[in-house]
């Protein structure tokens, strides 16, 4: 599922029906914000062909990985981590 169209917040504001309409009839829709990616306006029926195709258990999703049999080092290597300052 690709973006098709970028749109500038106060310009997604200012024209939601037609962000609306073109996530409906053309796909999702990125709005920006800042230059940056903020959010994404999809349509229903494309919200829910995403969320079927993300159900499923971890075990699920690694079953399915194209990684499945791929040797793993999976020992506990003593790292502790380090600390943090908050």
């Not at 029906?17 to 029926?45: C, W």
């Not at 075990?59 to 990985?65: G, Q, T």
């Not at 194209?66 to 300052?85: I, S």
């Amino acid at each position: 599922m690709h973006v098709k169209a970028d749109w500038q917040l106060q310009d997604a504001k200012a024209n939601l029906s037609q962000v609306v309409n073109r996530a409906l009839d053309d796909g999702p829709q990125r709005i920006t914000r800042h230059g940056r990616g903020a959010a994404v306006v999809l349509s229903e029926r494309d919200y829910q062909r995403l969320i079927a195709r993300t159900r499923g258990s971890l075990v699920e999703f690694l079953a399915r990985s194209p990684f499945r049999g791929v040797p793993m080092d999976v020992r506990d290597h003593g790292d502790t981590g380090r600390e943090v300052e908050l």
